[in-house]
């Protein structure tokens, strides 16, 4: 595949399937949310930023109880707000007492370090909420890497699958459609992307099963990515 004419000066990642193991996400977090979200619900519920999220559970699934809607919402992966925020206040309590540590790709961290240092700006957008993002690069197999990027984004700008989405992130940026690079596992995100404008790469993870789209370009690592739109950090060519 030919190179990008146009080098990036935003790179904006996904976590889930791009820089993280799908298998951490689903395999370790779900699991500890699913176990420790009834004792936040019932110990904490007088909290001011736990009870405005069962507020909104209340609003969203008026009459259904709180723990009934999250266990139902977490069987179907749904992306929504009060569910992304309760995790992560869960997988807060998680990180603190070291009952967590995020994995990412072994290919990640020098690359975001590589990017970093060449002057590129990070940024991070995943359903995840931005506090949840937070944590799992705060606390990482290699340490806090939270100071390599600049911005996170979460479903406060809207769906992954929205172009919207995506044109408010450029609004509240100000960043130039075709200085940002998205990149992500999941073909449908990466439409809605390019269709407000932005660059766009599959990261087509072996370990995680990722089908390879046939709209967009697709790598397998970070470095391939940073090759393919001249970035810094890249792997030499076989």
């Given at each position: 595949?030919?190179?990008?004419?146009?080098?990036?000066?935003?790179?904006?990642l996904?976590?889930?399937?791009?820089?993280?193991?799908?298998?951490?996400?689903?395999?370790?977090?779900?699991?500890y949310?699913?176990?420790h979200?009834?004792?936040?619900?019932?110990?904490?519920?007088h909290?001011?930023?736990?009870?405005?999220?069962?507020?909104?559970?209340?609003?969203?699934?008026?009459?259904?109880?709180?723990?009934e809607?999250?266990?139902?919402?977490?069987?179907?992966?749904?992306?929504v707000?009060?569910?992304?925020?309760?995790?992560?206040?869960?997988?807060?309590?998680?990180?603190?007492?070291?009952?967590?540590?995020?994995?990412?790709?072994?290919?990640v961290?020098?690359?975001?370090?590589?990017?970093?240092?060449?002057?590129?700006?990070?940024a991070?957008?995943?359903?995840?909420s931005?506090?949840?993002?937070k944590?799992?690069?705060?606390?990482?197999?290699?340490?806090?890497?939270?100071?390599?990027?600049?911005?996170?984004?979460?479903?406060?700008v809207?769906?992954?699958?929205d172009?919207?989405?995506?044109?408010?992130?450029?609004?509240?940026?100000g960043?130039?459609?075709e200085?940002?690079?998205?990149?992500?596992?999941?073909?449908?995100?990466?439409?809605?992307?390019?269709d407000?404008?932005?660059?766009?790469?599959?990261?087509?993870?072996?370990?995680?099963?990722?089908?390879?789209?046939?709209r967009?370009?697709?790598?397998?690592?970070?470095?391939?990515?940073?090759?393919?739109?001249?970035?810094?950090?890249?792997?030499?060519?076989?």
């Open positions: 595949m030919s190179a990008v004419s146009h080098t990036p000066r935003v790179v904006l996904d976590i889930e399937g791009t820089t993280a193991p799908i298998s951490f996400v689903h395999q370790v977090l779900f699991p949310a699913r176990t979200l009834p004792k936040l619900v019932a110990e904490q519920a909290d001011p930023v736990v009870h405005a999220e069962l507020e909104e559970i209340a609003r969203l699934a008026p009459g259904v109880p709180p723990m809607q999250l266990m139902r919402w977490m069987d179907e992966d749904a992306k707000g009060p569910l992304k925020a309760l995790q992560g206040i869960v997988w807060g309590q998680g990180y603190q007492r070291g009952e967590l540590i995020a994995s990412l790709y072994p290919d961290v020098p690359a975001l370090e590589a990017w970093s240092k060449a002057g590129l700006t990070l991070v957008y995943s359903s995840g931005e506090p949840a993002q944590l799992i690069y705060g606390h990482t197999q290699q340490g806090d890497v939270t100071p390599l990027f600049s911005r996170f984004f979460d479903l406060r809207g769906g992954k699958k172009e919207k989405s995506y044109r408010n992130i450029l609004l509240e940026t960043w130039k459609p200085d940002v690079l998205f990149l992500s596992d999941v073909t449908a995100e990466l439409d809605a992307a390019a407000a404008g932005l660059q766009v790469c599959q990261i087509a993870r072996p370990e995680d099963g990722t089908v390879a789209g046939k967009h370009p697709v790598v397998a690592t970070l470095p391939e990515a940073a090759r393919l739109f001249g970035l810094p950090g890249a792997e030499p060519q076989a």
